[in-house]
Every structure is written in structure tokens, then in C-alpha cells.
């Protein structure tokens, strides 16, 4: 992989999980413990916007 991609791959890799997060948010019901995951991904996702 060139500099560039494994630049970008942190990004790629937060947007993933934040996708998968969303759609159980929409179409599953998520019990307290599946929540607190989805904060902690959108925390993962916010750290590698920073960086």
C-alpha cells in the first residue's frame, strides 16, 4: 500500500465500524451494553478525525 492508503486507512477502518454501528442503531433494538459500544466506536471515529 502506497503512504497515502495507510494514511487513510484509520479513517476508512472508524467509518466502517461507525456503519456497521448505525445499522443495528436503525434496524435492531440495541440493549444498554450494544449502546455503550456504539459511544466508544464514535469516540474511535472522532480521535482519528483529530489525527
Known amino acids: 500500500m502506497s503512504k497515502i ?3 487513510v486507512l484509520p479513517l476508512f477502518m472508524g467509518l466502517a465500524e461507525v456503519r ?3 445499522f443495528l ?3 435492531c433494538a440495541l440493549t ?3 449502546w455503550a459500544t456504539f459511544q ?3 469516540n ?3 480521535l482519528s ?3
Open 25 to 27: 442503531a436503525r434496524y
Open 49 to 51: 478525525q483529530q489525527s
Open 32 to 34: 444498554n451494553d450494544l
Open 5 to 7: 492508503e495507510l494514511d
Open 44 to 46: 474511535v471515529f472522532a
Open 20 to 22: 456497521s454501528l448505525l
Open 40 to 42: 466508544k466506536a464514535m
